[in-house]
């Protein structure tokens, strides 16, 4: 960047771009002299993050690019070109930059310091005004697009959790699958032996009795390591006793089901000790299939309450009309699709919802929205092992849901901005400031209301949602 003479004609050119329209050229001129001329060779930022604004900037010639970091890269919002004002405009509150801008070719800017604002004002009000109306444009601009991304940065992170979620059940069925091919495909020699036993159907019922006694009980899950080491050890000193081969893997699958050596005596004795081997090897076989069978039925399980709660939080069956709303649906549905980051940091979930809960009448993928950001800003903010608490309660005309996690708290100067659009206390690429100032408007557009309260090792929010 450096200083350069101004051109002859900057005047005629300014008359002429958007916001200076309809402005006296002694207005104009008086804006010209005071402000000082630049060039930002191509390659050179006109601003950056964390760099004070001082100036409103006239882009006269050339062009630049906005870019956010987000996630350690940069990523483009857009250009602008000339006739583009950016920087501080007359009334704005504005700081420090959050963006990159730079120039793609040589840029031509006018730059008038803030500190000329209120001589501004009293030179040309019209002016002023015009100015105010194109920052006003700005941020709803701004806004919009800035919101667009926050739901596409979220979506980004929604779906490497799911991703992540997915693929457990998913390998869990493609190993068990192979596991299964392996057991049917060593079937047909046991099968040979089953059909030259001599059993009658009486010993056959009675067999079948007790083998599916086992299966409708299901796996023992109670047992601790040394209980069910204890078992098995029992169960191959008596396969042993009875002469019967590869003891160990016919009581690995009997203790899964409590099959105990009581069991292989009953047996025993309904068989009258004929074909013991082959058919104690029928019952292991029936049993580990069941077990694998149950393990692909579990994950398939898993796999559609995933698929279940993606429709349920995006909506996407439905209109964009309001609906009639359980909020313990929706918040259940953001924890599904938050687990991954539960699981990863184990965090206690503690949840309090009444049978009774009057519904609200509300656009649920709005209100999702909702609990997506607010609960994701405590994951964050919460420890390994930390506490979040949701439970939910009717208050008068309206239904109240609190969040509250055990993390490091708000500090108080923070507090009071957390509502602002693009504050952030997150890191640059970690957070665009945008998720609580979206919060805050769904809530306002359903004339509810969000408090917050914080200190150490507690933060609360309460967000009341009107009933219908």
């Avoid at 090897?281 to 149950?294: H, K, M, N, Q, R």
């Avoid at 609580?436 to 933060?459: A, C, F, N, Y």
Wanted: with cysteine.
């Amino acid at each position: 960047m450096k200083q350069i003479d101004k051109p002859a004609d900057l005047l005629e050119r300014l008359r002429n771009f958007e916001g200076y329209k309809g402005i006296s050229d002694e207005s104009l001129s008086w804006l010209i002299s005071k402000s000082e001329y630049l060039l930002y060779p191509a390659g050179d930022l006109l601003f950056y993050p964390e760099k004070p604004t001082t100036s409103m900037q006239i882009i006269m010639e050339g062009e630049y690019i906005i870019e956010f970091e987000q996630g350690g890269e940069y990523r483009e919002f857009g250009t602008n070109e000339a006739g583009y004002t950016t920087g501080v405009l007359p009334f704005s509150r504005m700081q420090e930059s959050r963006a990159n801008g730079r120039a793609l070719q040589d840029t031509y800017v006018l730059e008038l310091h803030r500190d000329h604002f209120i001589e501004l004002v009293n030179v040309d009000y019209d002016l002023v005004q015009n100015l105010v109306a194109l920052m006003s444009n700005r941020i709803r601009n701004f806004t919009q697009m800035r919101t667009q991304n926050e739901k596409l940065l979220a979506l980004g992170k929604l779906s490497a959790g799911l991703a992540h979620e997915l693929n457990n059940p998913a390998s869990a069925m493609v190993r068990t699958a192979r596991e299964l091919h392996g057991k049917v495909h060593s079937t047909p020699e046991k099968f040979k032996a089953i059909m030259n036993m001599r059993v009658t159907p009486e010993q056959t019922d009675q067999v079948n009795d007790l083998l599916f006694a086992k299966v409708e009980a299901g796996i023992n899950e109670d047992l601790s390591v040394l209980e069910r080491s204890e078992i098995e050890d029992d169960l191959i000193d008596w396969l042993e006793d009875h002469g019967i081969d590869d003891g160990d893997d016919l009581a690995n699958t009997f203790a899964d089901y409590s099959l105990s050596t009581d069991d292989l005596e009953k047996i025993e004795g309904i068989i009258q000790g004929k074909d013991l081997p082959a058919i104690l090897w029928w019952l292991e076989s029936t049993l580990s299939l069941e077990t694998l069978i149950g393990e692909i039925r579990e994950a398939a399980d898993r796999i559609s309450n995933l698929v279940r709660s993606i429709k349920d939080y995006s909506h996407m069956d439905k209109s964009g009309a309001k609906d009639s709303i359980q909020v313990k649906e929706g918040i259940y549905s953001t924890l599904m699709i938050l687990k991954h980051k539960i699981k990863r940091k184990q965090v206690i979930l503690e949840k309090s919802f009444p049978e009774d809960l009057p519904t609200v009448k509300a656009h649920v993928n709005e209100l999702n929205q909702v609990w997506t950001n607010i609960i994701d800003n405590a994951l964050d903010a919460l420890p390994e092992k930390g506490t979040l608490s949701i439970r939910a309660e009717a208050v008068r005309q309206y239904v109240c849901v609190e969040i509250t996690d055990n993390g490091p708290g708000i500090p108080d100067e923070v507090l009071s901005r957390i509502y602002d659009p693009f504050f952030t206390t997150k890191g640059i690429g970690e957070g665009t400031g945008m998720g609580l100032d979206i919060t805050k408007r769904i809530v306002d557009r359903m004339k509810g209301r969000i408090e917050v309260e914080s200190e150490p090792g507690k933060t609360t929010f309460r967000i009341m949602i009107p009933t219908e």
